[in-house]
């Protein structure tokens, strides 16, 4: 089945970085577009960031552009999230996503915390 994992939030200073990692597997993971979304306490969920299957294809919210990457690795079936200058709004859950014909699929989330 389907199983999206998510690692390596945690606490973080204001302009500190933080890269995320989500593993990936049941799924032909070349042929799928990857995003990132997140959701602070009483907020959505907001799209962070995706990446097209081949990984030539980016796109982010206006909130993180120019701080945040999202790369993939067809290799090790996973992507990535690399966070700079984080912000205290960037505080949040942080889940990848996938889409496969109709259906969302999510992992657990992992925590992040922006604070000094």
């Known amino acids: 089945q389907v199983q999206l994992v998510e690692s390596g939030g945690g606490l973080a200073q204001p302009g500190g970085s933080l890269r995320l990692s989500c593993a990936a597997s049941?799924?032909?993971?070349?042929?799928?577009?990857m995003k990132w979304y997140r959701q602070a306490p009483g907020e959505g969920r907001e799209l962070v960031a995706s990446?097209?299957?081949?990984?030539?294809?980016?796109n982010y919210a206006d909130s993180v552009k120019g701080r945040f990457t999202i790369s993939r690795d067809s290799a090790e079936f996973a992507v990535y999230l690399q966070m700079n200058n984080l912000k205290p709004e960037d505080t949040a859950v942080y889940f990848c996503?996938?889409?496969?014909?109709?259906?969302?699929?999510w992992g657990q989330g992992t925590q992040v915390t922006v604070s000094s």
């Open positions: 996503n996938t889409r496969i014909w109709e259906t969302e699929y």
């Open positions: 049941g799924f032909r993971f070349n042929l799928y577009t």
């Open positions: 990446i097209t299957p081949a990984g030539e294809g980016t």
